[in-house]
């Protein structure tokens, strides 16, 4: 039988979403619900596995790892790319690598919630009610304020939409910013200078990659106003971690909202799980039931294509 990892299936839920069951006279499969300690840890474990299921940019599939696993015949990513993946040296081993669909608005969404949890301070005050207190904070509202977009393509997009819809003025700054999407979704393009130093909510919707890594540094977040707040439900690099643990602490911008992190799952001791003015979540933008479904079963899908020798949605 085929030996099949399914890996950082952090909540153990991957069999409410698809009957593996079914499969058991065909593959022999092994659920890892714990993140790797380092990729010795990964190669040990995974050294007599042929197909691995896993989910984007969560267990990296760096060159070492993909020449050090002699078994390993089948990639199978959720999403229809994952940067975590070295494809170069996934195509001289010879292992087929394939993607399945995604819904792209869980994360449009999820970036509204950490938008309107930090603009009416929901964290305190939520906190603030279970220990009996009534009104503690004074919010803002967003009709009126700038809305500024790192990235114009199919999540920010929706994000400028919702924007759009309360009101806002939104503005956008990319390196290869579409300017007819500016003029579809009537965004105002400009520099990143005027970008950072204008917006009330500055939000990251640009590919992780070296292109965007550390694209906000200290220097960014001093010329940001007082009173910004910072999103970034994209990927963890392009903002600069410790330098947004020192802005926050000094409050040389309000707020942030993160659900991606430099390193995941995020440490307990980081400092940004300790600071009032950090609304934070574990990296659930794409976490729903709906893109679970799709993630599992058309991984199952591909893997099956795959050993018949017919892949699918291959990644190169």
Known sequence: MLKVAI?????????????????????????????????????????????LLIMRERTPMTKNIIDNLPKLKFIITS?????SIDLEAAKKRNVIVCGTEINIHPTPE???????GLARNLKEEIDNMYQGYWQTTIGVELKGKILGLIGLGRVGSEVAKIGKAFGMQVMAWSENLDLSKCKELDVLPCSKEDLISNSDFLSVHVQGGERYKDCITIKELDKMKKTSFLI??????????????????????AGAGIDVYEKEPLPENNKLRFL???????????????????????????LEACVDGKPIRVIQ
């Open 79 to 83: 999403g229809s790319r994952n940067k």
């Open 110 to 116: 999820l970036t509204w919630a950490l938008i309107l």
């Open 276 to 302: 009032p003015n950090a609304l934070l979540t574990p990296h659930i933008g794409y976490v729903t039931a709906e893109n679970y479904t799709i993630f599992y079963n058309q991984m199952i899908e591909a």
């Open 7 to 51: 890996l950082d299936d952090y909540q153990n839920v991957s069999q409410q979403f698809v009957d593996l069951k079914k499969l058991s006279g065909k593959y022999e499969f092994k659920i890892f619900s714990e993140p790797f300690e380092d990729e010795a840890d990964t190669l040990e474990q995974l050294a007599d596995f042929e197909a």
């Open 232 to 253: 970034n439900t994209s990927r963890g690099p392009i903002v600069n971690e410790d330098d947004l643990i020192i802005a926050l602490s000094t409050n040389e911008i």
